[in-house]
């Protein structure tokens, strides 16, 4: 079964930029659509952004747009995210997992923006 392990959360100051990593094992993410989401203190988890199994085809919730950058490399196997321009209201954990959220979900990775 397809394991997700996200990384690279961090404490930073509005403004600031992180890069998120999700690293997948004991299974491909190579043909699936893959997205990040998050959820913060008292609210439901929402998708942030998706990227389709080509590359070719990314989708960003308004609230990051021209923010944050979804991509993916398949032969790693990996996920990113980078989040630059970061406000207090990015403050959340964010976890990634396919498009369909077929996968168990992982632990997240904590992001927290301070003003």
């Known amino acids: 079964q397809l394991q997700l392990v996200e990384s690279g959360g961090a404490l930073v100051q509005a403004g600031g930029s992180l890069r998120l990593s999700c690293a997948a094992s004991?299974?491909?993410?190579?043909?699936?659509?893959m997205a990040w989401f998050r959820q913060a203190p008292g609210k439901e988890r929402e998708s942030v952004a998706s990227i389709d199994w080509r590359r070719s085809i990314t989708s960003y919730a308004d609230s990051v747009k021209g923010r944050f950058t979804i991509s993916r490399d398949n032969a790693k196997n990996t996920l990113y995210l980078q989040m630059n321009s970061l406000k207090p209201e990015d403050t959340a954990v964010y976890y990634c997992?396919?498009?369909?959220?077929?996968?168990?979900w992982g632990q997240g990775t904590q992001v927290t923006v301070s003003s």
């Open positions: 997992n396919t498009q369909k959220q077929a996968a168990r």
């Open positions: 004991g299974g491909t993410i190579r043909y699936s659509g």
